[in-house]
């Protein structure tokens, strides 16, 4: 009767180890999962609005808080989230450089007029950074460089789900989100494009306006009138 108890002891202790081991590694496969939804969640919460910090994101995207198979996971998502912020913010600094702003002021006709040769080489640069940023941009949200974070990090199929799952809204980004951004940026394209029509024609008639106060003021009429023109093609 006692070898009876011992043998059925025993097999309860060993079932309840089994137990407590498969209990331990539910949890711990659950808590990671989670550590990583809530590093995501704090991701959104930082770049939901347009002016993000982006210091503070770095902090967030260059720790490590899950354990065990789904640090991949972390690693891959926040290695995307980090070049896709990193750039978006690259272009929102081009869009708000209050330089490019300034361009077709009565100050700056007075410091790089009439040739603008410096206004010229800053528009064009600024131009290039945005066609490339947009261009970059765009890249980044195709489903097959979302994917390539987390297949460069593992192979194991739970882990690869789990990725895709988390970053659904941009993997499936529909293409209407995908030519509002690329309109976005080429309507400020368009817009440097005309600033330099601008200081081009005033290069072209240098020596028939001249700056009093904060007006600019021409020989004829015809060169109001043309010049006008260009300002009403930027307020549209």
Same mark, same amino acid.
């Given at each position: 009767?006692? /070898?009876?108890? %011992? ?15 498969? =209990?331990? @590694? ?45 640090? =991949? ?7 995307? =989230? !980090? ?32 040739? @603008?040769? =410096?206004?010229?080489?800053? %528009? ?37 789900? &789990? ?7 941009? %993997? ?6 995908? !030519? ?6 080429? !309507? ?12 081009? @024609? &005033? ?6 306006? /001249? ?19 260009? &300002? ?5």
């Amino acid at each position: 009767m006692k /070898k009876g108890l %011992i043998i059925g002891l025993t097999i309860g202790v060993i079932v309840l180890a089994a137990i407590a081991g498969g =209990a331990y @590694f539910f949890i711990n496969s659950f808590m990671g999962k989670a550590k990583v939804v809530e590093e995501l969640s704090q991701i959104e919460e930082v770049t939901k609005s347009g002016e993000f910090d982006i210091e503070k994101l770095n902090e967030i995207t260059d720790r490590t808080v899950a354990t065990g198979k789904y640090v =991949a996971v972390e690693k891959a998502a926040k290695n995307y =989230a !980090k070049d896709l912020f990193t750039k978006a913010n690259e272009v929102r600094n081009l869009l708000q450089d209050e330089k490019l702003g300034q361009m077709l002021t009565a100050s700056n006709y007075q410091a790089d007029g009439p040739e @603008f040769t =410096a206004s010229k080489t800053y %528009i064009n640069e600024a131009k290039q950074k945005l066609q490339d940023g947009k261009t970059e941009m765009l890249g980044l949200i195709e489903e097959g460089k979302i994917n390539s974070y987390i297949e460069a990090e593992t192979k194991d199929a739970s882990c690869i789900e &789990l990725y895709k799952q988390l970053l659904a809204e941009d %993997i499936n980004m529909p293409e209407s989100e995908k !030519k509002e951004l690329e309109t976005s940026v080429d !309507k400020i394209v368009s817009a440097l494009d005309t600033e330099l029509e601008v200081l081009d @024609f &005033l290069t072209e008639n240098k020596g028939k306006w /001249k700056v009093e106060g904060e007006q600019v003021l021409f020989d004829s009429n015809s060169l109001v009138i043309k010049y006008n023109s260009f &300002l009403t093609k930027l307020r549209i």
